[in-house]
């Protein structure tokens, strides 16, 4: 199944059910007017949602309304909770390298994962807001999951049933303002700009063989000024999002609507590219001394997507220009 959230103009919209195509969408208000509340009733109203999804394929439902890309917000515009995680261990790896770091103990046995500000969402075209360019603004592109609620102590492969959603989402950096707060010992706050997702949030069902393991193993490709950033793949995932899951309910329950990010996809083939900047500025600092590469500066713009086999986007895609604003009250 697949589904979006139409602005009408409240902070968590209104859900609705959009066909395999993309092209169609049917209000399911009847069985949850938001995302949050389809993913509090999963378990209820799972069926009546297939059936729906399905009638709507077959165009046998009335109502159905063309989607339109520019009405839609966030699948999830706030969450209760927000992880992000870094799973692919090339990205530590180059940073490592690049900076003369130490490798970071037991990166290999427990997921990275911090806790990023929920409450407020961006949709795949809002602008990306950063106070000046001396921030050193970046994107990220990454995949994620919401799930289901998760009982504190659960096995990975429990997690892995609990899975709702899967989407994919730029996580935004301002990368000059990381160094301090992590030698804090604290976790990114400043560093961190507002997330933006895609527009469609789609169950594991609808990427077939290519979810496999609690991973996606597809590329996901980014383009910085319409000019080919890189394209790295999800299988080089070093751990399973169910994974990372269980990790995070050793010490407590997860609730339902919780999203999960796989940090920046990273692939350790050179000739995939990158799906950031810092990346790139890593690989530069390795080979030649220094980065070469500027940060996203005002009105640069950044296009994420993934296609399936015919060459159609499965989430929708990213599409975000950047802009400096530093607003005062």
Known sequence: MKFATINNSKPDGQLVLVSKD???YVDISDLAGTLQEALDLWPAIQDKLLLRYEALNAL????INKVCNTQLMAPLPRSWQWLDGS???NHGVLMQQAFHLDPIEDADIYPLVYQGAGDSFLSANDKIAAPSNEVGLDFEGEFGVMVGDIPMGSSPEFALEKIRLIVMLNDISYRALGPREMKTGFGFVQAKGATSFAPFAITPDELGENWRNGRISLPLEVYRNDKWFGAPDGTEMFFGFHEL??????TRPIKAGTVFGSGTVSNADISKGQACISELRAKE???????QTDFLQSGETVHMRVL???????FGDIKQEA?????HV
């Open 60 to 63: 046998e439902l009335t109502g």
């Open 308 to 314: 399936d086999s015919q060459g159609k986007s499965i």
């Open 87 to 89: 799973l692919f261990l």
């Open 323 to 327: 802009i400096m604003e530093n607003t």
């Open 245 to 250: 899951i269980a990790h995070v309910a050793k």
């Open 22 to 24: 993309l092209t169609d």
């Open 285 to 291: 600092m390795i080979a030649t001394g220094k980065p």
